[in-house]
């Protein structure tokens, strides 16, 4: 799933659910996917039972995470579970979830599974809300559950908030930053802008391993020499005319004509 906005998604079953989900019924039957560039919030919002209606949830072998703006879920932002394993989550902004911004783990049916071999780099998680979870693992900005193998890798991740930690199982952590993003208008809902200030700590701070070759407004990443964290890179406004200055998350005007091909330019949703 690419480009879509998905919100305002009440809970109406406590076994779980999503605003979207790549599910597998067995270890193997279903792979792949990718979730890329998507908008997701208020997903779960009436939800009671807490940490069982996720933003995003993958439960199956392999796929990409990438670019995605992730609000106000009643679970988690971003949550792997189940079958899952292999999965690329980078460039991501999850923010103002109830139960925790990113988990990477296995369990439940079909079980035997565990996840490893994930990436986890450049992303903004934060203003997140720590719970503990059916298994005693407390739900912060960024946490392994479950059944989590010795391959899975967290670099150079944006924490901040009220619990500006992670909590890993088995998986290696480096170059994680924990301040301010600087965000132009966080409101964590649909609504605000999140591009970077100037002198954002997100700003070439990045890594390259698993991060999409363009950014959320579809400049191409090869137009900067370095990675920044998160869905867009910075690029100073005196780069821009006044008229293209992004203000919104769907902005009519945000195209950045010198970045991409014109063949390439996408219209905002």
């Known amino acids: 799933m690419q480009l879509c906005r998905v919100h305002d998604i009440p809970a109406t079953l406590s076994a779980g659910g999503g605003g979207i989900v790549l599910n597998a019924t067995t270890a193997t039957a279903i792979t792949d996917g990718d979730a890329i560039g998507n908008l997701v919030y208020n997903i779960g919002y009436n939800d009671t039972t807490g940490q069982f209606i996720q933003g995003i949830y993958f439960t199956r072998l392999r796929g990409n995470i990438k670019n995605n703006l992730v609000f106000n879920c009643s679970g988690f932002g971003i949550q792997l579970w189940h079958a899952a394993t292999n999965i690329t989550i980078c460039n991501n902004l999850s923010a103002n979830n109830a139960c925790g911004g990113i988990v990477v783990g296995a369990g439940d049916s079909p079980g035997g599974v565990t996840c490893d071999y994930c990436v986890v780099n450049n992303n903004i998680v934060v203003y997140n809300n720590p719970v503990l979870d059916v298994y005693g693992t407390i739900g912060l900005q960024i946490h392994e559950s479950g059944t989590t193998g010795t391959h899975n890798v967290y670099q150079n991740n944006l924490i901040f908030g009220t619990s500006a930690y992670n909590f890993l199982l088995t998986g290696t ?84 004509t010198g970045l991409f091909p014109a063949t390439s330019r996408r219209q905002s949703l």
């Open 173 to 256: 952590i480096s170059g994680t930053i924990t301040a301010d993003p600087l965000l132009v208008n966080y409101l964590g809902t649909g609504l605000g802008d999140y591009h970077l200030k100037a002198g954002s700590p997100c700003i070439n701070a990045g890594v390259s391993t698993g991060a999409p070759l363009s950014d959320r407004d579809g400049a191409l990443r090869a137009g900067k020499a370095n990675i920044d964290i998160g869905p867009y890179f910075y690029l100073a406004h005196a780069l821009f005319p006044a008229t293209s200055r992004r203000t919104g998350v769907f902005p009519a005007t945000s195209r950045r």
